[in-house]
């Protein structure tokens, strides 16, 4: 009789460890999109940090890893939106040239306030997505076309706008939204500590909001994250950030664009997550007819994306000419294809729908670390841009392949 009692207490506490197995595989299987590249970039940094002999993580070259790409990660916010929207946008590069010579000519040649000039910029760049936006949400030109012509005609601007010839310098306070670095409240011979304390800072914000979030999931019993999952991927998070900052801070600080770029992020994961119109993207990119029939008007959607793309460009080309102290004609060359390499490669799908601003981040992260690394072991530029065309095409394939499956 004893022995009846304890089988079923027996064969009842058995099956947890499968149960628990099969729930861990089960979220890295739904998951493996975000988690998968995460762990890529952590792989290539560690390839690189070997194969240059620590030179990659050196503080100095973390430094120019953050400039150097800061307007990529920029554009790849808005591409993202496009893309989720079932849309592409070819033309930012050449909007990020035509930018950055309307800016040289308001503050070089005609002596405006580099505020002013700033702002009438983007503006400007808020016009030009407007421009093409009209004619792919309400003619339903596709956007290849459109944004193939958009290229073509801000090529042209550019170089009529800089009459064949490079303009600058810029003003000292002009090239401090690319080159300057926040101030430090504190006296330390090799420490910014307050580079220090800001990286210490969010990383205890990021895990308040998540420990938050969690607990909200709990409440209601949404969460799905197994708890391992959930305290190993923070408590990474929260070491990288403060890592990360302690060697920024052992060279000159944090990076002004640095702070933008981290702004940028959090309001577009909130629009992404948390606002109506984020959610329409996501539907009308999943199924725009399915959309329309719930009531999204679908077309000011698609509009929206591109206005919001084209200040976003506006915004990196003004990074871009602070940077090079100077416009070229020939500024943002190649840049798109940076952009919509970072989207698809942080887990974007090709045909709209799927995307996460972390994985864009990530994926231009990826992008910017295989330039550094490669450039500093002396790879030519002509298998870089081998090595890049292959990695993008693996990330498309494996999400065909995973949406196939």
């Not at 050449?94 to 505020?115: K, R």
């Not at 090529?155 to 810029?170: C, D, E, H, N, R």
């Not at 045909?351 to 490669?374: D, E, R, T």
């Amino acid at each position: 009789m004893n022995q009846d009692i304890l089988t079923p207490a027996a064969s009842e506490n058995r099956p947890q460890p499968a149960a628990e197995k099969k729930e861990y595989s089960g979220f890295l299987k739904h998951n493996m999109r975000e988690y998968g590249m995460l762990m890529s970039l952590i792989a290539i940094m560690a390839f690189f940090q070997y194969m240059t002999n620590g030179t990659l993580m050196q503080p100095l070259n973390l430094t120019n890893l953050v400039l150097q790409n800061s307007y990529i990660v920029i554009m790849a916010l808005g591409m993202l939106m496009v893309i989720v929207a079932g849309h592409i946008d070819l033309s930012v590069g050449s909007v990020v040239g035509f930018i950055g010579a309307l800016a040289a000519v308001l503050i070089v040649n005609l002596h405006m306030n580099f505020v002013l000039a700033s702002i009438l910029c983007i503006l400007a760049g808020g016009v030009i997505g407007a421009a093409q936006g009209y004619w792919v949400a309400f003619f339903k030109i596709p956007s290849f076309i459109v944004t193939l012509a958009g290229m073509l005609v801000f090529k042209g601007l550019t170089l009529a706008l800089l009459q064949g010839q490079s303009i600058g310098p810029f003003p000292d306070d002009f090239q401090m939204l690319s080159s300057g670095f926040i101030p430090d409240l504190f006296s330390a011979a090799d420490l910014r500590i307050t580079s220090l304390l800001v990286g210490v800072v969010v990383a205890a914000i990021m895990i308040f909001v998540k420990v938050r979030a969690r607990n909200k999931q709990a409440k209601h019993g949404m969460e799905d994250e197994p708890y391992v999952f959930f305290i190993l991927k923070n408590a990474v998070f929260a070491a990288v950030i403060i890592f990360f900052s302690y060697l920024l801070a052992s060279y000159k600080g944090m990076p002004n664009v640095l702070i933008i770029m981290f702004l940028l992020m959090v309001v577009y994961t909130f629009i992404a997550n948390r606002t109506t119109i984020g959610r329409r993207i996501y539907a009308v990119g999943g199924n725009e007819k399915a959309a329309k029939l719930s009531g999204i008007k679908t077309a000011r959607v698609s509009f929206y994306t591109f206005i919001n793309m084209g200040m976003l460009a506006a915004l990196a080309g003004l990074i871009f000419a602070a940077r090079l102290n100077t416009a070229t004609p020939k500024a943002g060359t190649g840049f798109e294809l940076d952009v919509i390499a970072a989207c698809f490669i942080g887990g974007a799908s090709a045909s709209g729908g799927v995307g996460k601003v972390m994985g864009a981040v990530i994926g231009a992260f990826v992008m910017g670390v295989m330039n550094n690394g490669m450039s500093i072991m002396g790879i030519g530029i002509d298998y870089q841009q081998v090595i890049k065309g292959l990695v993008l095409l693996a990330a498309v394939f494996v999400d065909v392949y995973n949406k196939n499956k």
